[in-house]
């Protein structure tokens, strides 16, 4: 039978697929899903979420995000906790672009001040932040520089003149994740990552100018820094690079090679993991938490080159632009929490593919400034779709306190490619209202708005589940591709 005719709704936009749905299922699987959604998702993203459900130390669920599709190994929108002690951590639940996220900036523009002048911004951007498929950044680094980066994260970039300490505080894990050791990196994945510190990345990595569309909860608002309609706000999307993907990739070479009677207890190869407790498991933790440190010090120098390109584009002083974090996400990521869980505290391996870490208020892990609301989390759309800011609930601890990560995938590049023009994307937007620039066609094409699914559809179940709010609605103004 197939697992789709299997699910039950246990509530709400919450789908169960019982643990007898698949001989060898430690636990059920779950999935927050409106009927719209669950209609599109693939069996094989199914499949791979009961898949999930096999690794050992697996705690209560494993679970799907609304924006889930099919990946490798996990689902994009994949989440799952493994025992400290009796589970371990599997590379495919956390994705070959590690630390890929999302950075939001706040200014004190307005978009009609800008939009007279908004070419000329788009220009800059594009101009000073280097982007596309194997683009080197704009620095050279010596060797002990990188190791420095990959064990310090963005605090790196701000000593070195990119941004200031006070960005720092608004960044996830304070924009550096503890346990990196730049000695379990390989060479070739230091090799690949050196050039390209500072670099957007192509694909579905962009950055955008923004305004703010609608306030849903001003307070919180307020407290992030979101002022009200018609502020100008930037995204940032990006990740590790080839660094983070040659750390995934020679990882699971040696997982493959010393860990062949796991795999066989698995239905799928891809889900092979590092068990608790051996050294391939501390290794690859800490050569994980590089890739992310990496990523985080990508997006920040990121940052500081669109602080310069909107001082340049506009003739804006600093103090007058204002922009600063509001926050920064990860959501390809493996952590080590400690959640309630059949009511006591257990210390274990988070694995989050393509979603977002969503604490809620008083959690210490929070920004001082932000702990009475909860933690910001950052949604984005398409190129032609609004993005959204939410905010961290007590009601996603049965998620371990995660939420969906943005619109998913519905439509692969080559089916955009076979139907669509990149010219054609770039005419849709711009009778938007939306400008547009990227490397070439081809990825204008294949990131084109219908490729992805309902970003409102997928905000709307995060906050009918109650594992987020929504506090604020962003609509693009213009948009920077690799």
Request: a positive charge; charged letters at 25%; glycine letters at 10%.
């Amino acid at each position: 039978m197939p697992l789709k005719d299997q699910l039950k709704e246990v509530r709400k936009d919450v789908w169960e697929l019982p643990a007898s749905a698949k001989p060898g299922m430690r636990v059920p699987a779950r999935m927050f899903l409106s009927k719209k959604l669950l209609g599109d998702v693939e069996e094989g993203a199914l499949e791979q979420v009961a898949n999930i459900a096999f690794l050992p130390g697996i705690q209560q669920n494993s679970i799907a995000m609304p924006d889930m599709h099919f990946g490798y190994g996990f689902p994009i929108g994949g989440v799952a906790a493994l025992d400290y002690e009796t589970g371990g951590l599997s590379p495919g639940g956390i994705g070959f672009d590690i630390n890929c996220g999302v950075r939001l900036l706040r200014s004190n523009l307005r978009a009609d001040d800008i939009r007279p002048k908004l070419p000329k911004l788009l220009d800059a951007v594009f101009h000073n932040v280097p982007s596309g498929v194997g683009v080197g950044g704009k620095i050279k680094l010596t060797a002990a520089q990188l190791r420095d980066v990959l064990e310090r994260g963005a605090a790196w970039a701000a000593e070195n003149g990119y941004g200031t300490k006070r960005d720092i505080e608004h960044l996830e894990e304070r924009g550096c994740m503890k346990g990196a050791d730049a000695s379990k990196v390989s060479d070739k994945a230091l090799k690949r990552g050196a050039p390209q510190l500072g670099s957007l990345g192509a694909g579905n990595h962009f950055l955008e100018v923004q305004r703010v569309e609608r306030v849903f909860l001003p307070d919180v608002a307020k407290a992030f820094g979101i002022t009200g309609e018609g502020q100008v706000t930037f995204m940032i999307h990006s990740g590790s690079r080839g660094l983070g993907h040659q750390v995934c990739t020679d990882y699971l070479q040696t997982l493959e090679n010393k860990f062949r009677d796991e795999i066989r207890s698995l239905p799928d190869r891809e889900l092979v993991y590092a068990p608790a407790g051996t050294k391939e498991c501390d290794a690859y933790f800490a050569a994980m938490a590089c890739g992310a440190n990496f990523a985080w010090t990508n997006r920040q120098m990121i940052m500081h080159w669109v602080r310069e390109s909107v001082l340049q584009a506009l003739g804006a002083k600093e103090a007058d632009a204002g922009i600063e974090v509001v926050y920064d996400v990860a959501h390809n990521i493996g952590k080590i929490e400690e959640h309630e869980i059949d009511g006591r505290k257990r210390k274990v391996y988070v694995h989050r593919k393509g979603a977002t870490r969503a604490f809620p208020a008083g959690h210490a892990d929070i920004p001082a400034d932000y702990r009475k609301f909860g933690q910001p989390v950052l949604i984005p759309g398409s190129m032609g779709t609004a993005s959204y800011v939410l905010v961290g609930t007590e009601t996603a601890k049965e998620t371990f306190y995660s939420t969906a990560h943005g619109a998913g995938r519905a439509a692969s590049r080559t089916k955009m490619l076979r139907g669509m023009s990149g010219q054609d994307v770039a005419k849709k937007l711009l009778d938007a209202g939306i400008l547009s620039k990227a490397a070439n066609w081809q990825v204008m094409a294949e990131e084109a708005p219908e490729a992805y699914k309902d970003v409102d559809e997928i905000v709307r179940v995060c906050e009918s589940t109650g594992i987020a709010r929504i506090v604020a609605k962003l609509r693009p103004m213009a948009v920077a591709k690799g």
